[in-house]
């Protein structure tokens, strides 16, 4: 019968092969959401050549998960490419390769609970925001002759603000 063997896991070595392919990360506690790369049009990377790092870095991830008996959610796994509203001369068929599984670029990417879309505008985030907030204002609109100046301003601050926070 086999013993189950425990591993202390630290990010810091996931940390290490990002810095080591030349990408940026960040980590929020035991979810590692951001691998980037960030081009200055006067670079002279290619978008394809960017997306075989990230690709290379995210097969290495796979790897050092595998030999430590970690597994990747592929469901989870995004690559979005973000550019400026100008630049529309980018495929959209581009993908990449981790760990046996071809990952389609994403139009739009969700981050600590914010909508990021490849053009930076926003929009499936604020509209949905804009949205609800609206949708409140107007039901404490039919109720607001009932109400007194300070309880209206609570119920704005906790139904409407609170969304825009």
Known sequence: MLEPKYYTIYTKQVGTICRNHGLNHHFYADDSQLLYLSLKPTDCVTISEALRRVESCLNDIVSWMHRHVLK?????TEVILFSSKDINKIPSDLSINAGGA???LSNCARNLGT?????M????????VCRSCYAQLRHIGHIRQHLTINVTK?????L?????D
Not at 72 to 76: G, H, P, S
Not at 115 to 119: A, E, T, Y
Request: glycine share 0%.
């Open 154 to 158: 609570s119920i704005v601050n906790s």
């Open 121 to 128: 505008n926003m929009e499936k985030h604020v509209n949905p």
């Open 115 to 119: 909508w990021l879309n490849s053009k």
């Open 72 to 76: 990747r959610n592929a469901d989870k």
């Open 160 to 164: 409407v603000t609170s969304r825009i």
């Open 102 to 104: 071809t990952i389609l």
